[in-house]
């Protein structure tokens, strides 16, 4: 494995260590601190995941499903600058652009004071015309996180919504497997900052002022603005209208944009809501330029039902994934040939 020593622009952290270079997944690149302290994102103490100054809160509709994960989403661009949306394409990022998604359960869902742990911080960190990835491990001790290449399986114990002990093997990905669904041809990109994910009602208290509260939630409406019913000091605005004012986005007109539904809302039909969850957790391998671009299969929310062959594959085969190893397979014929990657195979 051969290092790439060549000079990059200056970051705000001083110890580079070696993660993967978005162009080439098979190139190490010193880029990423070897702590998440080093970014710093958190201010505080670290396990209250309360973002620094500049770092803004957002939600989505229709998530990827992560072993029942919970899920904080960070946002920040440099002073000066905002990301343009285009439409349902994919955003345009300024240089410097970071995005931190975290991972964690708590201790018991129904009373979310008893704590909760954490299990992981992924970035993408704009650097020029690349994007680059890391995982951030966290320890025992929820003090700090440490950058990490391996994918281990953790075991992860909690009391869910319905009072269950519940009991789970979580695979935190490798550096190859973040950058096989990020890849879009030979480059790594974001998935899930899309103007249409983003386009919907967010509850958040009404004095707030320069981030998204800690307590907000997505509501079914996208385009309402005003007093919450039922909820004291709380108000609901359009995300896409509330990151502009924070500065995160370009101004754009939310009703001239479409939405994704959230998987769960029934005011969707069930052929919607299927489709949002197909797009959050498939279309991102299963396009053209995708780790899966071999495969037939094309789930984006913004083809018609006869592109995406969901209707051919039912008659004639079945397809299942899986999340840990992104293996993902039909089954009519003995027939195999290898889809981009060795791990990766379609039986046809």
Not at 3 to 25: E, F, K, Q, S
Not at 48 to 56: E, M, R, V
Not at 131 to 137: K, S
Not at 187 to 207: C, H, Q, S, W, Y
Request: aromatic residues 8%; glycine residues 6%; positive net charge.
């Amino acid at each position: 494995m051969e290092i790439d020593h060549r000079r990059r622009p200056a970051l705000p952290y001083r110890r580079p260590v070696i993660c993967y270079r978005p162009r080439d997944d098979r190139r190490p690149h010193p880029q990423l601190p070897p702590r998440l302290s080093d970014l710093a994102i958190f201010r505080g103490r670290s396990a209250d995941l309360q973002p620094t100054k500049g770092f803004a809160r957002y939600q989505l509709p229709t998530t990827l499903f992560t072993d029942y994960a919970e899920k904080q989403r960070l946002v920040k661009v440099p002073t000066g600058t905002r990301i343009v949306l285009t439409g349902d394409g994919l955003s345009q990022f300024p240089d410097g652009t970071m995005l931190v998604k975290t991972f964690f359960y708590w201790n018991d869902r129904r009373d979310t004071s008893l704590g909760r742990r954490i299990i992981e911080t992924r970035i993408l960190l704009r650097s020029g015309e690349d994007w680059l990835a890391g995982t951030y491990l966290w320890n025992p001790e929820q003090t700090e996180a440490l950058l990490t290449a391996s994918g281990p399986r953790m075991a992860v114990s909690w009391i869910d919504g319905n009072g269950q002990s519940r009991n789970i093997r979580y695979q935190v990905p490798s550096a190859r497997q973040c950058a096989s669904c990020h890849r879009s041809g030979k480059e790594i990109v974001p998935i899930g900052f899309k103007a249409r994910n983003l386009n919907i009602g967010v509850t958040l208290p009404a004095t707030t002022s320069g981030t998204i509260s800690p307590t907000i939630s997505p509501t079914t409406s996208g385009t309402t603005s005003g007093t919450t019913s039922g909820t004291p000091n709380a108000a609901t605005i359009n995300q896409l209208r509330h990151l502009y004012s924070l500065g995160i986005i370009a101004a754009i007109d939310p009703s001239s944009l479409s939405r994704l539904p959230a998987w769960d809302d029934n005011t969707y039909t069930l052929e919607k809501r299927a489709r949002a969850y197909l797009e959050m957790n498939c279309a991102h391998c299963h396009n053209a330029d995708g780790f899966c671009a071999r495969s037939n299969f094309r789930p984006s929310y913004e083809n018609s039902l006869n592109e995406t062959k969901i209707a051919a594959k039912k008659k004639r085969s079945s397809i299942s994934c899986d999340p840990a190893g992104c293996r993902c397979w039909e089954q009519p014929s003995s027939t195999t040939k290898a889809c981009n990657s060795s791990k990766h195979i379609l039986k046809r």
